[in-house]
């Protein structure tokens, strides 16, 4: 069964205090190749003690908060003035905490595509996917697109991470779901510069050592290698079916072409290494799918992919996600 491809459609930049601004620009670029609205988005966060800082200032806590707000409405047009002096920008301010403020957002206006500098954490290159990123990766319902500050609006090398290793998959159609958003979401964003998309799984022949250990020295080497030959077939044809039903149902069919590679060893190196090698602008990859043993999209294996690369990400749900704070008043 086919289904429609659903494009950006809106599209919205969560604004931070740099002079770069990469994520409005990467957001801007965005929606211009897809003919998406736009929209800015800052966050104003409190702090705890606001009110013994007002009482010190001789201010109510309520007069302060209202000049932060203005004050921080002014900086943003400012700064989006001077990135896109040409535009009129809808800018849209919240007051809470950010990750929370931005998935509300997102559920009440319809946006479906979020774009956010990444935080950084520590050292001049290092960006850690902070507090605020981690909860958008996990909790929000479109896909989350962040940036760092020296990455391109308009990536060159896309690298699409996904797991086609179904074999123990609790739910074999979320997991297809959600490599299939991964590539699709992969070719919207390469699109504009023609860029290339490199679709990437990590394998690896895990019961190896089994048969060195169980195999009669006579026969160890061949029995092994017989053993791992058939692992890589299998999961080199689970890619061509992959992309074969990305395919037909119709997704990115004016795209950018992929090419699919298959290199052994764990999600966590072999992703960190791909991602450098092959000087990628953005690794795209899932953040909810199966339960399995082996599964890579969710727990610390995720979370040590993310946390080990040093270049943007951009995390989708599979098809059906609920965001935990839909249901929050």
Known sequence: MTRAKERPRKVLAVMDDS????????AAALADRHGASLEAFVCVEPPHDLAVVAQLAGRDAEGLLADLRERTLQDMQERIAGVL????????LAVGKTFVEVIRHVIE????????????????????FASTDQHL?????????LQTPEARPIPRCVLAAVDVDDWDAAEPDTLFSLN????????????????EVIVLHAWDAVADGMVWAFSSEADTRTTA??????VFDARHKAMERLISRVKQDG???????????????????????????????????GTVARTG???????????????SLQCPILAVKPDGFVSPLASRP
């Open 19 to 26: 002079d770069t601004q990469v994520a409005l620009r990467t």
């Open 85 to 92: 002096p040409d535009r009129r920008i809808d800018l849209r």
């Open 109 to 128: 206006s319809g946006c479906n595509f979020v774009v956010k500098a990444a935080e950084p954490l520590s050292g001049k290159h290092r960006f850690f």
């Open 137 to 145: 990766l996990r909790k929000c319902p479109c896909p989350v697109w």
């Open 180 to 195: 299939r958003r991964v590539i699709e979401t992969a070719r919207e964003i390469a699109a504009p510069s023609g860029a």
């Open 225 to 230: 290698d017989a053993y791992v030959n058939e």
């Open 251 to 285: 997704a990115g069919s004016d795209g950018a072409p992929v090419f699919p590679s298959l290199v052994r060893g764990t999600p966590e190196r072999v992703i960190e290494e791909q991602s450098r090698e092959l000087g990628a602008d953005v690794v795209v990859m």
């Open 293 to 307: 043993l082996s599964g890579l999209f969710i727990g610390n294996t995720a979370e040590n992919i993310i946390n």
